[in-house]
């Protein structure tokens, strides 16, 4: 952001903020604590994801999302402030979820789980929840080691974006089965209205940043 935005949104004149952020001076705990709720809260983080998420073809790219290492960073900070600290296993789906998942694990100092849509040869065990794909048709099953997730685990499922909350719903019924807890639901950003009616029950529980309509 430019210094005239970090301004109207600090309601701080601009050389004051150019000298925290160079160092030149140091805040105060109280007003460094206040500087980072402002910056870290919803509607500051929701209007920095709109600049990288990117239309086409009437779908949701937020590959610019996943490349900037500093936004992934602010995302992190956002899950543990809203739905930390008590998390034991951070919980997500391969490919795109497992950076997101890994900086927010980091945060946690928990374990980090990764569901696979593929039986993971290595594993000496692994749970099993299956769920169906509507485009295309199919059944999806994913595949999590016995490792992951233990009984009495408090785990927080993990997100790049949400769409039909299907991939969620499923999760969290073998977080049930595994007799672990589940903490939340965390992602970015969220597509259409479907998600919200099949994460119903949780609903208390989903912390969604930006939320998109198509």
Known sequence: ????????????????????ITFKIVPNYERA?????????????????????????GAVDVQEVLSNVVLMKILAYVAYRYLGPEVDTVLTVELDGVPLATLVSELFRSKLAVARKGIPITSEGFYEVEYMS?????????????????????????????RSG??????????KSVGATLV???????????????????LDRIFIILKLEL
């Open 166 to 175: 299907k991939t969620s719903a499923a999760l969290v019924k073998l977080i």
């Open 134 to 162: 509507r485009d295309p048709p199919s059944i999806i099953r994913l595949y999590i080691p016995y490792t992951g997730i233990r009984k009495g685990d408090r785990v927080l499922i993990v997100d790049d974006i949400v």
């Open 1 to 20: 952001m430019k210094y005239r935005e970090l301004s109207e949104i600090l309601n701080l004149p601009p050389p004051a903020i150019w000298r925290y």
């Open 33 to 57: 604590e206040n500087l980072v709720k402002v910056l870290t809260s919803r509607e500051v983080v929701s209007e920095l994801l709109k600049r990288y998420v990117r239309f086409k073809e």
């Open 184 to 202: 939340g639901i965390f992602s970015p950003i969220a597509v259409g209205a479907e998600w919200a009616k099949t994460l119903g029950e949780y």
